[in-house]
């Protein structure tokens, strides 16, 4: 398989399902070996399979990135098996709404591990082989794709700490930027609206049926929409980064 990734590595977190999976079939189908990555370690194999069977390369890593140690082993892990690191793109993430005077502080604790503490570990793992990839790699430019959120933009009530997680990573993702750009080292930060997903069968119930009924009043985006930004993000030349991306489905106000 040729194409504008050839030669580069590509690490794609919470892989097993929507954005991920989509994100890692497209980076594969450019030329990038990727790394897909999410504890759902029969779902990833699946993955694995229809990349190869398309003519492409992927490696499973069922990995946990939110326990204690686990990112910094995965990327260890991944550059030592596959020789370097060119992409990464941090798209694990929960979304647990509800009002604050009903929510358990499980959830709220969740989304700070996995949507900001998870991510967190990932990218101070990866940066020292991002840069190295930039230096040294056949296209002279590394990618750091963070997945936020419209939510990372407008506070919504009922969803505080999901506002709370996905304003850190638009916000962390900008500071990286300006700190790496003389290092060819793009930093961007994807902020979808609402993608048709698992991550409202996550939600508890009563909670759960409230924003069914709200996706159901709109077409809604779909994963590939989103692995499509993704895809022109991380293929544009050297010269060219793109620092911020927000979608919305076209009827989403």
Same mark, same amino acid.
């Not at 407008?154 to 750009?181: C, D, H, I, P, W």
């Not at 609402?194 to 009563?206: I, K, S």
């Given at each position: ?9 590509? /690490? +794609? $977190?919470? &892989?097993?399902? %929507?954005?991920?999976?989509? @994100?890692? *079939? ?5 030329? #990038? ?96 082989? /991002? +840069? $190295?990839? &930039?230096?040294? %790699?056949?296209?002279?430019? @590394?990618? *750091? ?5 419209? #939510? ?102």
């Amino acid at each position: 398989m040729s194409g504008r990734l050839d030669g580069t590595v590509a /690490l +794609v $977190t919470g &892989a097993s399902s %929507g954005i991920g999976e989509a @994100a890692a *079939l497209s980076l594969a189908a450019e030329g #990038a070996v990727v790394a897909v990555v999410a504890r759902r370690k029969d779902r990833l194999d699946d993955l694995v399979t229809r990349v190869q069977d398309a003519g492409g390369s992927a490696h499973a890593f069922g990995v946990d990135i939110t326990a204690p140690g686990e990112a910094e082993a995965l990327i260890a892990q991944v550059v030592e098996a596959l020789g370097r690191l060119d992409t990464v793109v941090n798209n694990a993430g929960v979304m647990l709404l509800g009002p604050a005077l009903d929510t358990p502080f499980e959830e709220w604790q969740r989304m700070v591990d996995l949507n900001l503490s998870a991510l967190l570990r990932v990218t101070h793992a990866a940066l020292p082989h /991002l +840069v $190295t990839a &930039a230096d040294t %790699g056949p296209r002279g430019v @590394a990618d *750091l794709v963070n997945i936020s959120s419209v #939510a990372g933009r407008t506070a919504s009530a009922g969803a505080a700490v999901y506002n709370l997680t996905k304003f850190g990573v638009t916000a962390m993702s900008e500071a990286l930027r300006q700190e790496l750009t003389g290092r060819h080292v793009r930093v961007s930060a994807v902020e979808p609206g609402a993608v048709t997903t698992e991550l409202t069968q996550h939600l508890r119930d009563g909670v759960r049926e409230g924003a069914e009924a709200w996706y159901a009043g709109m077409e809604t985006l779909r994963a590939e929409d989103i692995a499509d930004a993704i895809h022109y993000i991380v293929t544009r030349p050297r010269r060219m980064a793109v620092n911020e991306m927000l979608i919305r489905p076209t009827e989403q106000v």
